[in-house]
């Protein structure tokens, strides 16, 4: 077993079986050292230390290799089990097809089906592309890299062994006092050291570059792991919000056939049998509405259903941050107790919640950012975003302008709770010297909650960073941009205060955002280059135009 005589190239059981045997003899020797039957050999302290570190990241990636395995699967899983409910959707809706008093079931049935199917679809993909470009390169990671590190480490121990024998051999020679013996183990001794100062150098070169491959590859391969990840829920919320159009048809059917249905049995003899299953199916029809529900609710039906633009609970979070908050260093930008918050968000959608109890400035921070992110449409409209983003062509003196007329496309809620937004951040920025916050820091927190791309762009780090520059420049030029709908909110709340009298004294929140209208009247959008937006991608009110033709619309003419 001589490292000298090793062949320059093995296969791979022949390299399993040197290892073996190298390691047998560094046990030996060991074993030795520990019962006093050979002096203790020197190994190299920088050696020793990178080995624990291979150590360590071989141990790691066989457990983070098992769990993406084990995740992997249950992505498959849940694909499998979703391509099964689509299935039966389908046959559902197969069943009811010819029956003319059940079209609209059957056809939002299959139109359900079909969504899951798609969803599905690109459940699958995330599998195949965690194991194809995740798992796999972390397993040859492990086959190549880390395994050459350990043969070298083996080598090593082995010629290092070599030289404590070679030098027993020699002592054992003085003692015997024959000089040809001496000559020959001062010989033998001198030509192992020469290797071990070799075989030194090269394992300690190959630990050091196998934990470097290690870090790179393993960042690598994670960074992969998050982006595969946003691009499925980036295109499964592409869906929902393609999904949600339908859902508003499907709810006022299902209004107009309780109404239907409630009239039929008034009309019904009432009898004990009747009016037992009048109750049960009445029972049965009722859906859990939760009216008080805010988060990921439709900011046109919280407008709807409170009457006004700006949702009291929003205006409530914005004057206690006004109030309370603005000097607070890292408003918006550090988290608040996730408990608190979740508890908090608990008692807002129960409609019990207790303005007094705001006293976290993060948790308060965190409860007004979640709610922009899970709307189940960006604030800033998918419809509207390649006319926002194109800001950015426009010379700088223009830019407000050119914002101001295309912020007035969205609907009239979103409009609003926008200008109120952006007037609260713009107020924090006057507090810079005690929140250590700017315009640059707010919309990098706030912007990827209210600026969303509808489609999948291959430099998201980019893209980010634009959406982040426009956001920036709204909290900056607040005045030029949303000074027009400031005054329109003044008008609309003294109508509203006029019209309601007090109908709202005892709310948490005040009455001075009810306005404007929650629906906007059409307008001409200024023409912009001609970019593929969803038509699906549009606001449930209705409240957008469509994409423009492929000649554009007349720009719109100076006041």
């Keep these: 077993n001589d490292a000298a005589e090793l062949p320059h190239e093995l296969n791979k059981s022949e390299t399993n079986l040197y290892c073996v045997n190298m390691s047998f003899s560094v046990f030996t020797r060991k074993v030795k050292e520990k019962v006093g039957l050979a002096e203790r050999s020197e190994e190299n302290a920088a050696i020793v230390d990178d080995a624990k570190k291979v150590n360590v990241v071989n141990t790691n990636l066989k457990k983070m290799i098992k769990s993406l395995e084990k995740s992997t699967g249950a992505v498959n899983g849940t694909a499998e089990s979703g391509t099964a409910l689509s299935d039966v959707l389908v046959d559902f809706h197969v069943a009811f097809k010819d029956d003319a008093d059940r079209y609209l079931m059957s056809g939002s049935l299959e139109r359900v089906g079909e969504f899951q199917r798609k969803l599905e679809d690109i459940r699958k993909k995330l599998a195949e592309k965690l194991s194809g470009e995740v798992t796999d390169p972390l397993k040859t990671l492990l086959d190549t890299d880390i395994r050459d590190a350990f043969t070298q480490k083996s080598t090593y121990d082995s010629v290092r062994v070599d030289v404590a024998n070679a030098n027993d051999k020699l002592v054992a020679a003085r003692k015997s006092k024959k000089d040809a013996a001496i000559q020959q183990a001062e010989q033998q001794l001198d030509a192992k050291k020469r290797q071990l100062e070799q075989v030194d150098r090269e394992t300690l070169f190959k630990l050091r570059d196998s934990v470097d491959v290690a870090e790179f590859q393993t960042l690598e391969r994670v960074c992969t792991y998050i982006e595969e990840h946003r691009l499925f829920f980036q295109k499964a919320s592409q869906f929902l919000n393609e999904m949600m159009n339908d859902v508003f048809d499907y709810r006022r ?143 700088t003196s223009e830019r407000a302008d050119y914002l101001r007329s295309v912020l007035q496309f969205l609907p009239g809620p979103n409009r609003a709770v926008l200008g109120r937004l952006m007037g609260l951040l713009h107020k924090a920025t006057q507090h810079t010297k005690q929140n250590k916050m700017s315009p640059v820091t707010f919309s990098t927190c706030i912007a990827p909650n209210i600026l969303m791309a509808p489609d999948i762009t291959s430099d998201i780090f980019e893209q980010t960073a634009q959406q982040n520059a426009v956001v920036s420049f709204m909290i900056q030029n607040y005045q030029e941009i949303f000074a027009s709908d400031e005054e329109s909110n003044d008008q609309s709340e003294e109508a509203t205060a006029d019209g309601q009298g007090n109908d709202h004294e005892g709310d948490h929140s005040s009455s001075s955002s009810s306005a404007p209208p929650v629906s906007s009247p059409p307008r001409v959008l200024p023409p912009v280059a001609p970019r593929p937006v969803s038509p699906r991608a549009v606001s449930p009110r209705g409240d957008v135009p469509p994409p423009p033709s492929r000649s554009p619309p007349p720009a719109p003419q100076d006041e």
Excluded at 257 to 284: L, M
Excluded at 294 to 304: C, D, K, M, P
Aim: positive net charge; charged residues 30%.
């Design 253 to 395: 059917y299902v209004e107009e056939k309780r109404a239907q249905f409630k009239e039929k049995a008034k009309q019904r003899p009432a009898s004990a049998v009747v009016a037992q299953r009048q109750s049960y199916f009445e029972k049965r029809l009722s859906v859990a509405i939760n009216p008080t529900k805010f988060y990921g609710v439709h900011l046109g039906e919280i407008a709807q259903r409170e009457g006004r633009s700006v949702p009291k609970v929003f205006e409530t979070l914005c004057q206690v941050i006004e109030a309370n908050f603005l000097d607070e260093e890292g408003i918006f930008r550090l988290a608040g107790s996730k408990t608190l918050v979740n508890q908090y968000k608990a008692q807002i959608d129960q409609g019990n919640f207790d303005v007094s109890a705001l006293k976290d400035p993060h948790a308060t921070g965190d409860l007004l950012k979640i709610w922009l992110r899970e709307m189940p449409e960006p604030l800033l409209t998918h419809n509207l975003y390649q006319r926002i983003m194109d800001v950015r062509t426009k010379e």
